[in-house]
């Protein structure tokens, strides 16, 4: 995926197995162990990211969120590795008024984000003393589908565009989080719940108007509106900015 294509380059340093989807399937416990075997960390990337489908596929989300993350978890622990565990702020309601804390309770409003929020309990229960979980959101990078991609398609085909000024978030880099992920993977990844996304802080507006700026377009072109407009199967968060004070740890 996306963050996959950025982070392989970031371990560069390090001796890195990275099957793909159709080589190891997650839920397959025999074949996770003898892929997990001989490595001192292993980091998922592996999720079910279609939001809107896990609201009529909540079974298939949930397999790869959080059944094949529990997996994953359990046999790094059986074979004295430790997991990096990359999760979303789904796991949260949008209803805070201030960033959230790593150890704010889960409340998802989604599929995807009962999915996600599960996943994370059972890569915690699953491996207590060795599990990273790193909360992520927001994700743009230049190997794969992204919101500024979509805006610059956009532009290239209408006048205006409309986006939601509803909804606050945390623009996040895949290279940078790439970045985040192989810190807390030279520090031993240390166990315990990390925000990894940007300090920053936008609605989809906001940063649909810096997009069009960046390019060199006229931001006037980008018309507010809310998120009752655009109306999804699956409801999304108003509010997705998460605290980093757990990386004071690494």
Same mark, same amino acid.
């Given at each position: 995926g996306m963050l996959g294509q950025d982070l392989l380059p970031a371990l560069a340093a390090h001796d890195v197995t990275a099957?793909?989807?159709? #080589?190891?399937? $997650?839920?397959?416990e025999a074949a996770v162990r003898a892929a997990v075997a001989g490595h001192d960390v292993v980091v998922n990337l592996a999720a079910y990211t279609a939001v809107d489908a896990a609201e #009529?596929? #909540?079974d298939a989300a949930?397999? $790869?969120?959080?059944?094949?993350a529990g997996v994953l978890a359990r046999a790094a622990a059986d074979a004295g590795a430790r997991i990096v565990h990359v999760s979303t702020d789904y796991v949260f309601d949008g209803s805070a008024t201030s960033p959230y804390p790593e150890d704010a309770p889960?409340?998802? *409003?989604?599929?995807y984000g009962r999915t996600k929020a599960e996943g994370e309990r059972l890569v915690l229960e699953g491996h207590p003393e060795g599990a990273s979980v790193v909360r992520t959101a927001w994700l743009y990078g230049a190997g794969g589908p992204s919101f500024p991609a979509t805006m610059l398609r956009l532009a290239a085909s209408h006048d205006t565009v409309s986006v939601v000024d509803d909804q606050r978030g945390q623009p996040t880099w895949t290279v940078d989080l790439a970045a985040r992920i192989v810190e807390l993977v030279d520090a031993g990844a240390p166990a315990g719940v990390f925000h990894g996304t940007a300090t920053g802080e936008a609605t989809w507006y906001e940063l649909a108007r810096a997009v069009f700026a960046e390019a060199g377009l006229d931001p006037e072109r980008v018309r507010p509106t809310d998120s009752a407009s655009f109306v999804r199967p699956a409801p999304r968060p108003a509010y997705s900015v998460l605290g980093h004070d757990?990386?004071?740890? *690494?």
């Open positions: 099957p793909a989807r159709a #080589e190891l399937d $997650i839920t397959d #009529e596929h #909540e949930r397999a $790869i969120n959080a059944t094949g889960h409340a998802p *409003v989604s599929a757990a990386w004071a740890r *690494v």
